[in-house]
């Protein structure tokens, strides 16, 4: 055995891979089927990043496709309810940097609600058929009305409507939901009071 | 009995542990305790927030212009954490409407206003001679009626908080010991301290009352601060007259803040309670030597929660001192009662100068919550200088009671990283305002904490409601599509049945009608042919129409 690998080491080094690489081969082949992804992984967590309002602001129809169009490579500055802390949270989980809100899409906004009013509504059906997530309730020719709790505020159902009787609020602060602010930082805070003598002078104009 | 007593005071004092953090700020408790305390006089209006315990507001069960006694349940608890609300004195709701409220915001919430008629009728009250016969969930179900919130500060209702002993066991978080806070760490306030020394009696009685409740296997004990001796001795006298022998009062050096409920219990047994966790998790239930008052005359009494003490104190004050408050007074009129003077006052402070909040507005009512009103001149607690760069110097670290790292938190919280700040236990965070008092660069560590905090529960609550939305937005394709679905089956359904009857028809009525669309194709061809034939004659007519008309244009 030693003296045929010593007389042919090139025909055993072949014989030896070409041993070690079929079963090799084998367990790849088979790990690719047994542990196979469905789908993309990164277009859920992308997804799982966005508001989920389903506005369609950033002009794909709803979040799961432009969760898939970031994936492919589209920006990630076009989803206005989201806003900064949306972008930031997307740089951060593409490594890319963070970019402006793209003002094409509209700006951010304060959360708002829609709200129908009641006495105008002509029971036409079309605002429900436009909510992307069932939060209008209602029948044909009876009045209708928004879930508040489920209303993403995504602004779908005011088009649709004949009598323009859908209103979007902003959803006031109340005791409950009101919390305390960032102070100024120091920075800014000392920019304001002008500590420094010649910071108070008026400017001088030429 | 009276013999084995020092014994017990010299010899078996229990072991206290020591506590990481903490500061020594002037404690200015000795204004306030000169004078016993006063009952306030009986407002003309009392204005009620229906919001003034921690949980969701409770919900009015009476009407503008009902008439109501003293005692008389106002408000009725919502949902599992909330708390009842009774009327402080007779008279008359003239408003439920929103008035100023005492809180951090400023803001308005809905109140249930009573205009007082000066007569003070006690609704009927049930008293219980003996609590022992009553079983401890017939107990805690009174102290919930009775609408008794946590009266140190936190506002927290009391039968949350007393889960009774089997349920516990069921639980698997047995109790072991029952502690009582007597400790009032935070500068000027001495509600407490009176309450102690005035009325241990009843502290006593309250305290056997939750001893039967709760069953604690080992030990039940007051955690008492020793710069309060004359409360500590009024204690010790009471539990020797009640022969509660199972009763230890302990005292202890003080430090701020040693009254917080995680570091009392710390002092106390040396055990952590765990991050993010509860006292139960260790086998512990905390409450307030006041909260403990209101039990005992909830239950023997049978009086509801309507009055407190509060210090009413500061350089602004003439005469401080404890009152008992009726709750649902305004605080103008319970700072006249101490000789408030409004140009002196710089800042009115409802809490301590540690924890508690500014108040812009004298007419906002005394809460279950409020242990101190604080009239302070600008000498007394004098303007913050603005907050500077931070220096980096670790004060802050060294004086933080839950052993967080107030910079690092400082530097997270001004750059909005989230994630960084839970990894650095936030929430453990108790808004002592430890961290801030020694800050030489004068920075408002607490609000960035708070604000932070704030941000984060919304942007979980955000979280929370996209996954609901998302949820709710593929229910919704899922239901176009089997709508779509169903719509198609139904076609294919028709067309078959369409075949099948066409079928049916072929074999029964022979070669007469081959083919519908043949047929149909024949039927309109003869429609035509008769339109054509009809389209020909008129076309005749319209054709001899003309010969007249000339000889309309002649005439």
């Known amino acids: 055995m030693i003296e045929l690998i010593s007389l042919h080491p090139l025909l055993t080094a072949v014989v030896a891979l070409v041993a070690l690489s079929i079963p090799f081969g084998a367990l790849l082949g088979f790990a690719a089927i047994r542990f196979k992804t469905e789908g993309n992984p990164i277009v859920d967590q992308i997804e799982d990043l966005l508001p989920q309002t389903q506005c369609g602001q950033c002009s794909y129809p709803g979040c799961r496709p432009y969760a898939e169009a970031i994936a492919n490579g589209e920006a990630i500055n076009k989803c206005p309810p989201g806003g900064e802390a949306t972008i930031h949270d997307l740089a951060n989980l593409l490594d890319v940097e963070p970019l402006p809100l793209d003002a094409e899409h509209g700006a951010q906004d304060v959360k708002k609600v829609a709200y129908i009013r009641e006495d105008e509504c002509i029971g036409c059906t079309k605002c429900i058929q436009a909510c992307p997530v069932d939060a209008i309730l209602g029948a044909a020719k009876q009045m209708h009305t928004v879930i508040a709790d489920e209303c993403t505020g995504c602004d779908l159902c005011v088009e649709p409507c004949p009598v323009d009787c859908i209103d979007m609020l902003p959803i006031a602060t109340t005791v409950q939901s009101w919390s305390w602010q960032l102070p100024p930082t120091p920075e800014e805070q000392l920019k304001r009071s002008h500590i420094i003598a010649t910071d108070r002078q008026p400017e001088v104009s030429a | ?555």
């Open chain 2, 1 to 555: 009995m009276n013999q084995r007593l020092p014994n017990t005071l010299s010899n078996n004092m229990p072991k206290t542990y020591p506590t990481p953090g903490g500061v020594h700020p002037p404690q200015n408790k000795a204004q306030s305790t000169s004078r016993p305390i006063q009952q306030a006089s009986l407002p003309a209006e009392l204005v009620l927030p229906l919001s003034q315990h921690a949980g969701a507001p409770a919900k009015a069960i009476v009407a503008v212009g009902d008439k109501v006694l003293k005692g008389q349940c106002i408000a009725q608890a919502k949902g599992s954490i909330s708390a009842y609300i009774h009327a402080p004195s007779s008279g008359e709701v003239t408003a439920i409407e929103p008035r100023a409220i005492p809180h951090a915001s400023g803001m308005q919430d809905n109140c249930i206003v009573i205009k007082t008629d000066g007569e003070d009728n006690w609704c009927p009250l049930q008293g219980c001679e003996d609590f022992s016969q009553l079983p401890a969930s017939e107990l805690v179900e009174q102290i919930r009626l009775a609408g008794i919130t946590g009266l140190g500060g936190g506002g927290f209702p009391t039968a949350v908080k007393l889960i009774s002993s089997d349920t516990q066991a069921s639980l698997n978080k047995a109790i072991d010991t029952l502690i009582i806070n007597g400790t009032e760490c935070e500068p000027y306030i001495t509600a407490d301290d009176l309450l102690m020394r005035e009325r241990a009696q009843q502290i006593i009685s309250g305290i056997q009352i939750l001893q039967h409740i709760i069953k604690p296997s080992t030990a039940t004990l007051i955690g008492v601060e020793n710069n309060k001796p004359e409360a500590i001795a009024a204690l010790e006298a009471a539990i020797a007259e009640a022969n509660a022998n199972n009763i230890t009062v302990v005292s202890f050096a003080g430090k701020y803040p040693s009254g917080g409920e995680k570091q009392l219990i710390q002092i106390l047994t040396g055990r952590e309670v765990p991050s993010g966790g509860l006292p139960a998790d260790v086998g512990i239930v905390c409450q307030n030597v006041g909260t403990v008052a209101a039990v005992h005359d909830a239950i023997v009494l049978g009086k509801p929660l309507i009055s407190r003490i509060t210090t009413v104190t500061g350089q602004a004050c003439a005469q401080p001192q404890n009152f008992e408050v009726l709750i649902g007074s305004p605080i103008a009129h319970v700072l006249a009662q101490a000789g408030f003077d409004a140009s002196a006052c710089q800042r009115l402070i409802m809490g301590g100068p540690m924890m508690g909040f500014t108040l812009t507005d004298t007419s906002v009512p005394v809460i279950k919550a409020t242990n101190c009103l604080l009239a302070a001149t600008e000498a007394e607690l004098p303007s913050p200088p603005p907050a500077q760069a931070c220096i980096r110097c670790g004060m802050c670290a060294e004086a933080c009671p839950a052993s967080l790292l107030p910079q690092q938190l400082y530097w997270y919280a001004r750059s909005k990283e989230y994630e960084k700040l839970e990894e650095l236990n936030l929430f453990d965070c108790i808004e002592c305002g430890a961290c801030s008092y020694v800050c030489p660069s004068t920075i408002p560590l607490v609000q960035y904490y708070r604000a932070s905090k704030a941000d984060i529960r919304e942007h979980k609550a955000e979280m929370h409601k996209a996954e609901q939305s998302k949820a709710r937005f593929e229910a919704r394709q899922q239901r176009l599509e089997r709508e779509e679905q169903e719509k198609a089956e139904k076609r294919a359904a028709r067309q078959a049945a369409a075949k099948a009857k066409l079928a049916a028809a072929a074999q029964a009525g022979g070669e007469q009608e081959l083919d519908p669309v043949q047929a149909a194709v024949a039927r309109a061809k003869a429609k035509k042919a008769a339109k054509a034939a009809a389209a020909e004659t008129e076309a005749g007519n319209s054709t001899a129409k003309p010969e007249t008309k000339p000889t309309d244009e002649a005439n």
